[in-house]
């Protein structure tokens, strides 16, 4: 790839996330599911403008996944993430098992390799915490009971996703699939991340207190990016995720007295690569593999709505599992649980890049991704009507809860 | 290259341009010239821990040195440019014409082609920004005359170096070297600069515009990415130099009432991204080549030494140009245009990769830069004394004169 050719790849990419984004927000959607079209429409199976296949985009977009993973660990805060009650734990773990379970049998019964349906299911598991904090502020329903569950065990969820994405990957690299391996899967990657944040909680205040130090300017920025790539390298070499690298590094600056300041120059650099993940992934999109007329299209248009249909049903249905809380709408919290996104996607990428799903499956397994992405929303706001007094309130009143904390990064 | 590889490759570079540039800060030299070193330690000739022919590095190190332009033309204003005095226009076309003239001749006397002759010339030319501004800055001596002149030579010297590089990468794309075609293509240079200015003022502010009122965060960031793309592709594709776009797009934002804005969200990407640009170019010294003992060592050390002093000597004689200027030290102004950095490395770069250059040649001329840089400061110290009054006044006394703008975005 010659210097012209990237950088006319970059043009293409920016200049469609940034419009396919902004149609998305004005329809009241959110920006990431613009991204996703403008990749179906300037990638493979409609202009093949950009080709999502190549080495260096390719890189690119990873690197863009490893900062979207940095700021999402940045905008968390681990006492905050402990003192999640009961309730966001149960609903995760039954959003986590639920549609494992049902993937799982689906895609067998379908005659699937145990392999590719414990896949299916790892996709159908993770929720994202982007989506619904977003049209949770936009209703003014960010103080709610409601509010506080699902983004608890949103957060919950990403970390099981991650761990579950480390077992699919080292089991995709031929490893057998075996109570056993997941256990010393998921063992390593509890591992990791506690020692991660052990070693990363002792080091990350020295560390940040010689960046400030030194005489070179933008030592702040260095400290976290050389963290990044340690963490994720060290996560990849240990036999876990590189995301979950990326994702312990944000945890730990997100205890430091620098957070924001991190966190101020993280944005813009986010900005211009998280988007060339979500326009890469799109472009991987062939819609042709749906046309009905095409024989086994009918089948693979009825699958993707079955599956979409069992992805919207399980989370639903965990948002009803804490029985014992009474006074608050269980439906809206199971369906504020239904979009899947970021961790999803990723899993489709490993499943495209592995060799596990064919370029249909892959293109199926994104559609479904942005089907719950788009339902969302619609049924949220039947279920819960805008808190207009909320809505009244200046935008600029300071947010510092929580809750307003892990929604403030969020793009 | 996999994903493991790249993160290991930037951790290489990040850690080495950090830990290097802050000794030779502490040693009271600019920073770039210790990311320089960091790549010789890292790279071919030595550790060989990074492999600076990669395509993958090649492409980031590429969009560093865009970035680079594109902050060094957003620190600059053309108002001020063009209010430049005479003498900074005489000292800086004296600083081309000179170092052009001797190393051609040098080079014609060693038997070397026209094309490569014209080349070593054009490599002495340009005067760095950065290094003369930061060693004045730290002697306190920014707001004298000999400063303002010095600083406004290697403006206009920065931007005649760019004119230089596109006629050498045209005729090195096999155009005959001949004054019809350095004519034809100083003007396509000069009528893209201007056309893109004139085009960039008028729709630079309603973009801008257009960019706040998108519902979607970071349009700030992302519209001047996408300028620094399409100005840096078309400048291309005109037949003229990717980085002209890139310094054009940053002239243009330059004059926008957003330019602090996006200077402060460009300023974390080009910390991570411009000392990819020197690590990789250094990377590529290979100090064997310089063994004294090895045959032609000798000649190629006494070549180096050579060239240096040629490309030391011009440029003083250049800061005597102004003959009429009397109570200002024109040795200092001579000094003062001595060390050639970025775009010296640039040419340097490109003769390399287009095979104009081998390997002992392009050691020797990065060798020469980085004996411009580490020359100037310690000659400069000699003649002008720090002003310890100016020394004395705090840091953050505001600094809003065009030469204070020239110094407060160079690394």
């Known amino acids: 790839m010659s210097l012209d050719q990237l950088l006319l790849a970059l043009l293409v990419i920016w200049v469609s ?23 179906v429409v300037v990638g493979t199976g409609f202009l093949g403008w950009i080709d999502p296949h190549d080495e260096v985009l390719h890189l690119l977009a990873e690197m863009g996944v490893l900062i979207l993973l940095f700021e999402i660990g940045l905008e968390m805060r681990l006492p905050d993430l402990l003192r999640v009650g009961g309730a966001a734990t149960l609903v995760a773990l039954t959003g986590v098992v639920l549609p494992v379970a049902a993937g799982y049998a689906l895609a067998t019964a379908w005659g699937a390799t145990p392999v590719a ?29 409601e509010a506080r569950v699902i ?8 970390v099981l996703g991650l761990v579950l994405l480390t077992l ?28 991660a944040l052990l070693i990363g909680r002792r080091l990350a205040p020295p560390a940040l207190r010689l960046a400030a130090r030194l005489h070179g300017r933008g030592g702040l920025i260095a400290a976290a990016a050389v963290t990044v790539c340690a963490f994720a390298f060290v996560a990849g070499q240990a036999g876990s995720a590189a995301i979950l690298g990326a994702f312990a590094a944000g945890l730990v600056f997100a205890e430091t007295d620098r957070r924001a300041d991190i966190e101020r120059d993280v944005r813009p650099i986010a900005y211009l ?24 299209g009918w089948r693979l248009l009825g699958g993707v709505l079955a599956v979409l249909a069992v992805a919207i049903a399980t989370k639903w249905a965990a948002g009803l599992a804490p029985f014992w ?8 919290v199971g369906v504020g ?6 961790v999803g996607l990723i899993f489709a990428q490993v499943g495209r890049s592995t060799g596990l799903l064919d370029a249909r499956q892959f293109s199926a397994l994104v559609l479904i991704v942005m089907g719950t992405t788009f339902v969302a929303p619609l049924l949220l706001r039947r279920l819960l009507p805008p808190d207009r007094d909320a809505l009244a ?12 904390r892990l929604v403030a990064g969020t793009s």
Chains 1, 2 share one sequence.
């Open 393 to 404: 309130r200046p935008d600029d009143t300071p947010r510092t809860g929580p809750v307003e």
């Open 151 to 158: 983004l608890g065990a949103a957060v919950i969820d990403d």
């Open 17 to 39: 996330a940034r419009a396919f984004g902004e149609i998305a927000e004005r329809m009241n959607q959110p920006a990431v599911l613009g991204e996703l079209v403008a990749g």
């Open 273 to 296: 690569f998280v988007p060339i993940f979500f326009v890469v992934v799109g472009a991987q999109v062939d819609l042709r593999a749906f046309n009905p007329l095409a024989p086994g």
């Open 325 to 332: 809380l009474h006074g608050i709408r269980r439906n809206v």
């Open 168 to 195: 699919v990957t080292r089991v995709l690299a031929g490893e057998p699939l075996s109570a056993l391996v997941a256990l010393r899967i998921v063992t390593i990657a509890v591992a990791f991340l506690v020692a």
């Open 337 to 342: 649980m239904v979009p899947r996104g970021e």
């Open 117 to 145: 349906a414990v896949f299916l299911g790892a996709t159908l598991a993770a929720t994202s915490v982007g989506v619904t904090a977003r049209v949770l502020r936009d209703l003014g329903r960010l103080a709610s009971t």
